[in-house]
Each structure stands twice: as structure tokens, then as C-alpha cells.
């Protein structure tokens, strides 16, 4: 009998969803609740600072695009951190530092304060995607894998829709700037308490060959019937190498092109939503930032349509009709920007609802397509790609606006969501109901 050996049970892929399972998809959630409200609230913000301090187009763009440079080498650095040291260490520390550096941006005085902060804050986010989304991968059920992982992606929108609101009500208060950057401490606070009693990840644990807590670990968290039973006897390690080379690189590019295609226009119209809206012709800035706010609430709605799609449709057809019918949206958008209010509103409705198959997706393919030995190096490289595109995009966004157009501005949006179905159609595979080693593995 192996070391590992254990009793007759139920495996992890075959465990029936615990209050255990919820409270970590909950707490776990809290990253992505947080990004949302971080890239959302700066775009309201934006509204104060930029006439305030008098900021340029160039200085406008950097701090738009400042916390998606930060969540770039956030996963890239602190993914492969994350495979080697464990999950649980990283998964209360990057709040802190979210914690720290939100309360430090109630005092900037200048364009370069306010973009290191950010930037830092953005490490801290980019840090915490490839340390919760797979610690959720590797405890939860395979019936619920794509709904709880789907999930952690509709708490963006909830952070963002949030965010929307919170910065509305702000805006009235003459320094409301400084009170909405510093408010995302307070739910990063409230995250960090409820995380600590989070154990480590069992499977990270076997593939460090460390059965007895792997054992300690499924025994406390899903009652002593729990087996390991459906983790690889031999662990075979995979290097960040193996992720650049034939087949795993497949993987890489898929999951990073319509990653990006996805966040490259959603991030933008998230940092400069009020900015874009006026051009669409709402006078008012308070009518255009409470219309930020409800395509945030559309945006949110489509996530947790394409939650209760996922496990039915399967993965594929989520992921590229929602592609193809978002473009849509959007194409109505560059063709007619000269509509009347509720054309344009329906338009964003159609774009915001159908962009939540990708959403989901974003999490849901990463974490199911590599094994546990490199799934967190994964998510975070697949993360700092897709936010490469993401900052690029936001960052352009301001030049775009001025020296293009809202219709072209628009034409380039469509044009990015089109990518995005044809590589679906390529290279998306169907991991729905396939348990997670299986995914995760290369098929010879």
C-alpha cells in the first residue's frame, strides 16, 4: 500500500458540495470583488481628478492603466510563488497590502503618487487570482467546479457594480475622489478576517508528497469520509518550461487570446464608462455615471445567466456564442452612435449581458486545463497576458476617444470580440463533467 493510501470514501471530484465548499467559493471571491471595485471606482474618480489636477491625456491613461500593469506582474511573479510555497500563505497577504495602500491613496497629491499606489494595488490583485481561483479548483466538487469558479468571475461585476454606486453617491462631496479610492480597504479588511480559517489545498499538498496533511486537510474540511482517491499516486512535476512547449502552449494561447478579447474592451469601458457615455450623447455627468452603474448591473446579469449555462451547454458554446453576440452589441454601437438613449442602452444591454459567457470562462478553462503542479504558474501567466492586452487597451482608450472617434473606437471593440469567437471556434476544448486531473493532463 502507497504512503498515501487511504480508507474507502469519497473522492474530491465525487464529494457532494459542504458548507465548507461555499465558504471558500465566498471568501475566495473577495479577490475578484475586489479588482472589480478597484477598476471600476478609479473610472468615477477620474470624473474629480482629472479637472482638479489639471491631468493630461497621457497622465490619464497611465493611471486608468496603472493597476492592470500592477495585476500583470501580480500573476506573473507571484503565481509560480504560489506552486512552490503553497496556496494558504499568499492568500491572506496580498489583502494586506490592498489594506495598506487604499488607505495611502486618501493622502496623493500628485499624478506619480497616485500611480504607484495603484500599481502596487494592482500587484496585490494580479497576486491573489492564481492562489484563490485554484485553490477553489482543487477542493471543490466536479459537478460544481464550472459554477463556483464561474462564480468567482460574477463577483467582479458585483465589486464593480458596487463600486458604481458607492462612487455616484460620492461624487457629491467636493474631495469624494479621496473617499472612494480609500473605501476599497474596507471590504479587503472584512476578506482578510474571513480568510484565515482557509486550509491548504490537499492536492498541492500530494503533489509536494506530504499525504498525511493532504489527509489532516480533507478530514477536517469534508468530514473523515474523504479519500484522495481521484489524486495521481505519483505527481508528475510539470516546469513553467513545459507550459511554453508543445501542447501545454496550445493551452497558453488559447486561454490568453480570448482572456484578453474579453478584458480588453470590458476594462475600458470600466475605467472611462462615464467618459464614453457622454459621447453617446448623455448630457449629464450624473446621468452618465448612473448609467455606468446599470450596464454594471447588465454586465453582472449575464454572468449569472452564463452560470446557469455552463454545466448544460458546456463550455465551448458559452464561450463563443457569447463572443459572437456581444460583438454585436457593440457593432450596432460603432454603425449607429448617434441613437436615441434606449437604442444605445439596449446596445451596451446586448454587448454587457452576452460578454458574461467569456467572463466566467476566464477562470473556469485556466484552472481546468493544467495540473495542479503548475495550475497556479497557469492562471497567473494566462492572467498577465490577458492584462498586457487589457492595459493596452485602457490605456489607449483616452487617445482613441479623442482622435478617432466614438464609432471607430466602437469598430475596433467589435473587431477585438470577433477574435475572440474565431479562437473559440479553434481552440476551445469541452472539459465540462471531466474530472479535474483529467482535464488538466495532456491526452496522448
Keep these: 500500500m502507497s504512503a498515501h493510501a487511504t480508507t474507502r470514501g469519497v473522492s474530491l471530484d465525487d464529494a457532494k458540495l459542504s458548507g465548507f465548499h461555499k465558504r471558500l467559493a465566498l471568501f475566495s471571491s473577495g479577490g475578484p470583488f475586489l479588482d472589480g471595485y478597484i477598476l471600476s471606482i478609479i473610472g468615477i474618480a477620474m470624473v474629480q481628478i482629472e479637472p482638479q489636477w489639471q491631468m493630461s491625456p497621457l497622465w490619464s491613461g497611465l493611471i486608468g492603466s496603472s493597476a492592470l500593469i500592477g495585476i500583470f506582474l501580480g500573476g506573473m511573479v507571484f503565481g509560480p510563488i504560489t506552486d512552490r510555497i503553497g496556496r494558504k500563505l499568499m492568500y491572506t497577504l496580498d489583502l494586506a497590502v490592498i489594506i495598506v495602500c487604499s488607505v495611502l491613496q486618501f493622502f496623493v497629491t500628485n499624478d506619480v503618487e497616485l500611480f504607484v499606489l495603484r500599481l502596487l494595488i494592482g500587484i496585490a490583485v494580479g497576486a491573489d487570482y492564481p492562489i484563490a481561483t485554484t485553490l477553489v479548483a482543487e477542493f471543490v466538487p466536479r459537478d460544481w467546479r464550472g459554477k463556483l469558479l464561474g462564480g468567482l468571475n460574477a463577483m467582479w461585476f458585483v465589486g464593480a457594480t458596487v463600486a458604481a454606486f458607492v462612487g455616484y453617491a460620492l461624487l457629491a462631496m467636493d474631495d469624494g475622489w479621496r473617499w472612494m479610492l480609500l473605501s476599497s480597504a474596507i471590504p ?9 480559517s482557509i486550509p491548504e489545498s490537499p492536492r498541492w499538498l500530494v503533489s509536494k508528497q506530504r499525504y498525511a496533511e493532504a489527509r489532516a486537510v480533507l478530514h477536517k474540511a469534508l468530514g473523515p469520509g474523504a479519500t484522495l482517491a481521484d489524486v495521481e499516486d505519483k505527481p508528475q512535476p510539470v516546469s513553467m518550461r513545459a507550459l511554453l512547449r508543445k501542447g501545454y502552449l496550445g493551452r497558453v ?3 490568453s487570446v480570448f482572456w484578453t478579447a474579453t478584458t480588453v474592451t470590458l476594462f475600458a469601458i470600466y475605467a472611462f464608462g462615464p467618459q464614453i457615455l457622454q459621447l453617446f450623447h448623455l448630457d449629464s455627468g450624473n446621468a452618465a455615471n448612473l448609467g455606468s452603474g446599470v450596464i454594471n448591473f447588465f454586465f453582472l446579469v449575464g454572468n449569472v445567466v452564463a452560470l446557469l449555462l ?30 436615441g438613449l434606449w437604442a444605445v442602452a439596449i446596445a451596451f444591454a446586448v454587448y454587457a449581458v452576452f460578454n458574461g459567457g467569456p467572463s466566467i470562462l476566464e477562470w473556469i478553462y485556466p484552472n481546468e486545463l493544467f495540473p495542479t503542479e503548475v495550475r497556479a504558474t497557469a492562471v497567473g501567466l494566462c492572467t498577465g497576458i490577458s492584462r498586457i492586452g487589457a492595459a493596452v487597451g485602457t490605456f489607449a482608450t483616452p487617445w482613441a476617444l479623442a482622435n478617432l472617434g466614438i464609432g471607430a473606437t466602437m469598430w475596433i471593440a467589435t473587431g477585438i470580440a470577433l477574435v475572440g469567437a474565431v479562437i473559440g471556434v479553434f481552440m476551445a476544448p469541452e472539459t465540462k463533467g471531466v474530472d479535474l486531473d483529467v482535464a488538466g493532463a495532456l491526452q496522448r
Design 310 to 339: 455552463v454545466d448544460r451547454m458546456g463550455r465551448r458554446p458559452v464561450l463563443i456564442g457569447g463572443f459572437a453576440v456581444s460583438a454585436l452589441g457593440l457593432a450596432y454601437l460603432a454603425a449607429f452612435p448617434e441613437s
Design 253 to 255: 494561447v488559447f486561454i
Design 188 to 196: 479587503a479588511a472584512v476578506i482578510l478576517l474571513a480568510r484565515a
